[in-house]
C-alpha cells in the first residue's frame, strides 16, 4: 500500500515540475499560492515536519517569498515561487510517507 502512495507522490511531484516549466498564462499568483498552501498543509498531514523538516521548511519560506512578491505585485515572480514551495512540499511528502513506510 506505500508504495502506491510513494508513487503516486512521485509522480505528482514530477508531473508539478513539468507543469511548473510551461505555465498557464491564466495562473494567477493567487491560485499558485493557494496549491502551495494546500501542499503545505498536506506534507504537514503526513508529519513532514518531522520527516522531512528541511524540504517542509523550504516550501514554506517559499510560501512567504512568493506571498510578498505578490503583494509587491510581482505576479511572474509569485507564480514561481509558489510553484516551487508546491514541489517543495510535495517532496516532503512524500520524504515523510517514504519513512513511515520504513518504521
Not at 24 to 46: G, K, N, R, V
Not at 83 to 97: G, M, N, P, R, Y
Request: charged content about 25%; glycine content about 2%.
Amino acid at each position: 500500500m506505500w508504495n502506491k502512495r510513494f508513487a503516486a507522490s512521485c509522480l505528482a511531484i514530477w508531473t508539478t515540475a513539468l507543469v511548473g516549466c510551461a505555465s498557464p498564462a491564466y495562473l494567477t499568483s493567487d491560485s499558485a499560492i493557494a496549491a502551495a498552501e494546500f501542499a503545505i498543509e498536506a506534507a504537514e498531514d503526513e508529519e513532514a515536519g518531522r520527516h522531512a523538516s528541511t524540504a517542509l521548511e523550504g516550501a514554506r519560506t517559499k510560501l512567504v517569498e512568493a506571498q510578498k512578491a505578490r503583494d509587491a505585485r510581482e505576479p511572474s515572480r509569485a507564480i514561481r515561487l509558489a510553484e516551487e514551495a508546491t514541489v517543495d512540499a510535495q517532496l516532503a511528502e512524500a520524504l515523510a510517507l517514504k519513512a513511515q513506510a520504513q518504521e
